[in-house]
């Protein structure tokens, strides 16, 4: 089961995706963890979800998507379950917030809120990094090779091929 979460293929392009989308919701998560780059924090996040109605216990749990998940992304460390949780987030925020507005952005000012083109963008990158794995560069990467390794030493312990 281990090897299932941990597998990828040393693929750049998977590396560049998953780095990309990890600074971005490490930035988003920052900003409402720990209030950097102009956020919020995390009191206020959590009472601004309340509002919206939103259980505290999934605003907590969606902090901690953005935060931990961006940060597991940067170092390619339990990958697929980082991605999981972005892809949630995303797809409640798409649901519950920016369906009502469209796909389009609000780069004019025209519209009440925004829509929803960049939470499908993040959701299809996670999405791929949930069925691809962490790419070349990753922790994730690394325990599985050490994994891996361990197996063949032993006698009769070879680990299972890679079918991707």
Request: charge should be positive; hydrophobic fraction near 55%.
């Amino acid at each position: 089961m281990l090897h299932k979460l941990l597998q990828t293929r040393e693929d750049p392009l998977l590396t560049l995706l998953r780095l990309c989308l990890g600074i971005i919701f490490f930035a988003h998560g920052a900003q409402k963890a720990l209030g950097w780059w102009g956020g919020q924090g995390f009191s206020t996040t959590v009472n601004g979800f309340t509002g919206m109605g939103i259980p505290a216990v999934f605003a907590i749990l969606a902090i901690l998507a953005e935060f931990l998940g961006g940060i597991g992304l940067l170092f390619g460390l339990l990958t697929r379950i980082a991605a999981f949780g972005i892809t949630m987030v995303m797809a409640v925020a798409v649901f519950l917030v920016h369906a009502p507005h469209g796909l389009f952005m609000n780069w004019a000012g025209n519209q009440q809120g925004e829509g929803f083109e960049y939470h499908i963008l993040a959701i299809a990158i996670s999405l791929t990094l949930m069925v691809r794995g962490a790419g070349a560069l990753s922790i994730d990467h690394l325990i599985d090779r050490a994994f891996a390794g361990a197996h063949t030493r032993r006698p009769g312990l070879r680990p299972a091929p890679f079918h991707g």
